[in-house]
C-alpha cells in the first residue's frame, strides 16, 4: 500500500508533510535490492555503462515495465543464486553502484508524483523495509528532501518551471 506523506510546492518549495511518518535508511539491510523488481531508466543504463559494465551484465530485457500501455524500460537483473540485484555485494550488504545507481533504488521506499506544479510523495509501505517509521528516523521535511532528493526535485522544477 501507498501512503501519502508529503507534498513540494516546485515553484516556492513549501512543504506540507504528515508529522507523524519518520524514516531512516538501514545502513547494509539491502532487503530492497532482494525484495524488489527495479525498472531501469535509459539514463539508468547509460549511467552504469559508464563505469565500465555492458548492459547484459545488468539488463533483464526479460522484465518489462508498463504503465498502461506505455513501455517504461527492463528491469535490473537479480542473480540467480539468491535473488538479490546483481550489484549488491553478498558479503557486504552493500551496493556496489551506490553513486550511479537507478532512480528508482535512490527514491525507494518513496514514490514521486507530478501533479500540475506539485509534486507528492507517497511512501511504499512494503513490511520487509525496516527504515519505515525507523524508531531513529527522521520526517520528511523541505530539507530532508532537498538534501536526499534535490537533484531529482531541481529537473522537475525545470521541466514545469521552464
Known amino acids: 500500500m501507498n501512503r501519502w506523506v508529503a507534498t513540494i510546492d ?4 513549501e512543504v506540507e508533510s504528515d508529522p507523524s511518518f519518520k524514516f531512516k535508511c538501514v545502513e547494509n539491510c539491502g532487503k530492497c535490492c532482494e525484495e524488489l523488481e527495479i525498472p ?5 543504463i547509460a549511467k552504469i555503462e559508464e563505469l565500465g559494465y555492458n548492459a547484459w551484465e545488468f539488463v533483464d530485457y526479460e522484465k518489462l515495465f508498463y504503465r ?3 513501455f517504461l524500460g527492463y528491469a535490473l537483473k537479480k542473480r540467480p543464486f539468491d535473488g538479490a540485484c546483481v550489484f549488491l555485494d553478498p558479503e ?10 537507478p532512480l528508482a533504488c535512490r527514491l525507494y521506499p518513496f514514490i514521486f508524483v507530478k501533479h500540475g506544479k506539485k509534486m507528492e510523495i507517497y511512501v ?3 513490511s520487509f523495509c525496516p527504515g519505515i517509521n525507523h524508531p531513529e528516523g527522521e520526517p520528511i521535511t523541505k530539507e530532508f528532501l532537498l538534501r536526499e532528493y534535490g537533484d531529482v526535485i531541481e529537473e522537475y522544477r525545470r521541466k514545469v518551471l521552464g
Open 92 to 101: 557486504t550488504k552493500r551496493c556496489r553502484i551506490y553513486n550511479h545507481r
Open 124 to 126: 511504499k509501505e512494503d
Open 68 to 70: 498502461g500501455d506505455k
Open 40 to 44: 531501469l531508466r535509459d539514463e539508468d
Open 10 to 13: 516546485l515553484e516556492t518549495l
